[in-house]
C-alpha cells in the first residue's frame, strides 16, 4: 500500500525550460511535504519543504506546490540547468518520513 | 563538520549468515533514521532512533534490528540473510526535534549489501 506514489519515473526535459516533478499522496494527516535530491553513489539531499497548512513555497528556481484537495505535490524547476539531472524523491513527513519510488530527471541541452 | 559516514560502503554475505552495518551521524545530531533502497522501490524506512531508544519502526520483519550508543553512533544489524535483502542500506541524521529539524535529514553514501 502506497502512500506516496511518483507515476513518473523518468522525464527529459530541455536545458532552461521547466521541469515539473509530480507527485499523489493519500492520507490527508501528513504535516510537511518534501523533496529530496539524489546524485549517483550520494545520499539524498534535502531541497525544499512545504508545510500542509501552505499551498506553495519558494526557494529560488524551485518552486513546490500543494493541493490538498487533490492530495497531489508538484516541484517546478525554471530554468533547469545540466546539474539538476538527478533522481528526485518526494516524500511525506508524520511521525516518519515515507518517500515515493522516485523519478529521474534528465536535463539534454 | 564532517557528514554522515556509513562503513562498510560494499558487502557481499551469503544467504543464512548475518551482517552488521555501522553509521556515524552528524555531530550534535541524535536522530538516525536507516532506510533501505531497492530499484523501483524508493527508500523504505527501517527504523529511527533517537537518544539511544528506538522512536519508530518501519514494516520489516525481526531479523532486521538496530541500536543506538550513546556518542549517537547506530548500527543496524541483519540476521539470516535472503537473496531479498540485496540493497543499498543508507542512514540519515537529524537533530530530531520537531518539524524541520526531524524531516531535514542528512544521509550517508549508502551501504552496498549483495547477498548470493
Known amino acids: 500500500d502506497q502512500q506516496v506514489k511518483q507515476n513518473s519515473p523518468s522525464l527529459s526535459v530541455q536545458e532552461g525550460r521547466i521541469s515539473i516533478l509530480n507527485c499523489d499522496y493519500t492520507?490527508?494527516?501528513?504535516?510537511?511535504f518534501l523533496w529530496y535530491k539524489k546524485y549517483p553513489a550520494e545520499g539524498p539531499t534535502f531541497l525544499i519543504s512545504?508545510?500542509?497548512?501552505?499551498d506553495k513555497n519558494e526557494d529560488g528556481r524551485f518552486t513546490v506546490f500543494l493541493n490538498k484537495s487533490a492530495k497531489h505535490l508538484s516541484l517546478h524547476i525554471v530554468p533547469s540547468q545540466p546539474g539538476d539531472s538527478a533522481v528526485y524523491f518526494c516524500?511525506?513527513?508524520?511521525?516518519?518520513?515515507?518517500f515515493g519510488s522516485g523519478t529521474r530527471l534528465s536535463i539534454r541541452p | 563538520k564532517a557528514g554522515v559516514t556509513q562503513t562498510p560502503r560494499y558487502l557481499i554475505k551469503t544467504r543464512g549468515q548475518q551482517v552488521t552495518l555501522s553509521c556515524s551521524p552528524i555531530?550534535?545530531?541524535?536522530?538516525v533514521s536507516w532506510y533501505q533502497q531497492t530499484p523501483g522501490q524508493g527508500l523504505q524506512f527501517l527504523f529511527e532512533?533517537?537518544?539511544?531508544?528506538?522512536?519508530n519502526k518501519g514494516n520489516f520483519p525481526g531479523r532486521f534490528s538496530g541500536r543506538q550508543f550513546s556518542n549517537s553512533r547506530s548500527e543496524m544489524n541483519v540476521s539470516t540473510l535472503e537473496l531479498g535483502d540485496s540493497a543499498l542500506y543508507l542512514c540519515?541524521?537529524?537533530?530530531?526535534?520537531?518539524?524541520?529539524?526531524?524531516?531535514?535529514?542528512?544521509f550517508g553514501p549508502g551501504t552496498r549489501l549483495t547477498v548470493t
Open positions: 540519515a541524521s537529524s537533530l530530531g526535534g520537531a518539524g524541520r529539524e526531524s524531516y531535514e535529514q542528512y
Open positions: 532512533y533517537f537518544s539511544e531508544t528506538q522512536r
Open positions: 512545504i508545510s500542509s497548512i501552505k
Open positions: 555531530s550534535g545530531h541524535r536522530s
Open positions: 492520507n490527508s494527516m501528513f504535516d510537511y
Open positions: 516524500a511525506v513527513s508524520a511521525s516518519k518520513i515515507i
